[in-house]
């Protein structure tokens, strides 16, 4: 084994992946620093302890730091951000030890949503009207000064879907910000403040990049399909697209990642195609969660995965790497199961009612008879996953309404 050590921020859903792959492709040694123990249990169920060589938890900057520099001898080699809840703490480890750094004084920017927003509208980048307050009575004056057609409310700093609401009146702004005020979202922080918006209308895109020394390369485009449940917005299905039909949304990706000062390494971003051009909802400073790395290496010419460490571990390679574009070879659905409420699970029926369709590739669900399951509100809590493949987009549509309409039925999975 080498003697060169990567550290892994915050290793969870998609960023779980990441040591073995450094091992596979570098021979590296891979350490592990757990920053959050508050994280909803699905996603903690996503770290494996055996694949590091050590394991640190995080009690303050200080002294993380120096546990590793004491068991190392020395600060690691190279440092990679594992998941959202982690961006922070990877900001200034990596500055610390300079081990090429984003833009540190925007780091918050990287976070924070309200300051995201802010840093776009001071660069002359087109943004969401926003506002942030812990006080009912301020957003409500705010609503009155920007009368909107509807707004979304939400924490700061939430992820997956955590926590959004779309209001359309005060009587619905009121219940969202009673519901969200003084909670904790999953990352464990408190919400003494809200994020109001307005709300833009169009389809909705994610764009995951990898960038080194200030160069942008994107490597793949999503679009979400959203349905709403209770008034909230559920991720429905992720859809492959082709990265070379959409230019506009491809520069306006750039321009922000610059804004925010993302230099190096993975970016997730989220941005509608409203009706004046594209717009960010929100940018993540790490590598996309979930199934959409391992899907972008099944469809695309280019891995998400690869190129992420890539740019962390070895920058010099970056430019032999972005010499040809992104090329989609096959389409893929990422199709999240909705549970419409809780209850026990009596059965499940997934594979039984979807693995004869030409499309069908693989489902994921952790669920079996008897489990309690929560209803679908957000993100985290879709019970589970159907993936499907074409090289054909309209055999694929077609196999993704057979789904949607055996769910709907009620044919996917029973709850008593």
Same mark, same amino acid.
């Given at each position: 084994m080498n003697d060169k050590y990567v550290l892994i921020v915050d290793p969870f859903s998609s960023g779980a992946i990441f040591a073995n792959r450094v091992k596979e492709l570098y021979g590296y040694n891979v350490i592990a620093l757990i920053t959050n123990n508050n994280l909803p249990p699905t996603i903690v169920s996503t770290f494996k302890e055996e694949d590091y060589s050590a394991v640190f938890n995080y009690a303050s900057h200080e002294e993380a730091a120096q546990q590793i520099e004491l068991a190392l001898g020395r600060a690691p080699d190279f440092i990679i951000c594992g998941s959202e809840p982690g961006v922070l703490i990877f900001d200034l480890l990596c500055h610390r030890w300079n081990l090429l750094p984003n833009l540190f004084k925007l780091s918050q920017a990287r976070r924070d949503k309200y300051l995201m927003q802010k840093q776009l509208m001071l660069d002359g980048i087109r943004y969401i009207p926003h506002y942030r307050s812990g006080q009912l009575s301020k957003i409500l004056t705010w609503c009155e000064e920007n009368p909107f057609k509807e707004y979304v409310i939400k924490p700061v700093c939430s992820f997956g879907t955590e926590g959004v609401f779309f209001c359309k009146n005060t009587a619905e702004i009121k219940n969202a910000f009673n519901l969200l005020i003084n909670t904790f979202d999953y990352s464990g922080n408190k919400n003494k403040e809200l994020l109001i918006e307005q709300k833009i209308n169009g389809i909705e895109y994610v764009v995951d990049a990898v960038s080194s020394n200030g160069v942008h390369f994107i490597v793949n485009i999503f679009k979400y399909l959203k349905q709403k449940v209770n008034g909230?917005?559920?991720?429905?299905?992720? @859809?492959?697209?082709?990265?070379?039909?959409?230019?506009?949304?491809?520069?306006?990706?750039?321009?922000?990642?610059? /804004?925010?000062?993302?230099?190096?390494?993975? /970016?997730?971003?989220?941005?509608?195609? /409203?009706?004046?051009?594209?717009?960010?909802?929100?940018?993540?400073?790490?590598?996309?969660?979930?199934?959409?790395?391992?899907?972008?290496?099944?469809?695309?010419?280019?891995?998400? #995965?690869?190129?992420?460490?890539? @740019?962390? #571990?070895?920058?010099?390679?970056?430019?032999?790497?972005?010499?040809?574009?992104?090329?989609?070879?096959?389409?893929?659905?990422?199709?999240?199961?909705?549970?419409?409420?809780?209850?026990?699970?009596?059965?499940?029926?997934?594979?039984?009612?979807?693995?004869?369709?030409?499309?069908?590739?693989?489902?994921?669900?952790?669920?079996?008879?008897?489990?309690?399951?929560?209803?679908?509100?957000?993100?985290?809590t879709s019970y589970g996953r159907i993936v499907l493949f074409n090289e054909e987009y309209l055999a694929l549509s077609t196999d993704v309404q057979v789904v949607a309409d055996l769910e709907k039925k009620g044919a996917l999975i029973s709850i008593i």
């Open positions: 909230i917005p559920i991720y429905h299905q992720m @859809v492959t697209e082709p990265v070379n039909l959409f230019p506009e949304l491809v520069d306006y990706t750039k321009s922000v990642l610059t /804004s925010l000062g993302i230099k190096n390494g993975t /970016s997730h971003n989220e941005i509608i195609m /409203s009706s004046n051009g594209p717009v960010l909802i929100e940018s993540g400073a790490r590598m996309h969660g979930g199934l959409g790395p391992s899907l972008v290496e099944r469809c695309n010419s280019h891995s998400l #995965i690869d190129m992420s460490l890539l @740019v962390r #571990i070895a920058p010099h390679q970056f430019t032999d790497a972005i010499c040809t574009s992104p090329v989609l070879q096959r389409y893929a659905v990422e199709y999240f199961l909705c549970a419409p409420n809780q209850g026990h699970i009596k059965e499940i029926n997934i594979e039984k009612q979807c693995s004869t369709l030409k499309s069908y590739g693989f489902t994921i669900c952790k669920y079996k008879p008897n489990d309690y399951l929560q209803k679908t509100t957000d993100l985290v």
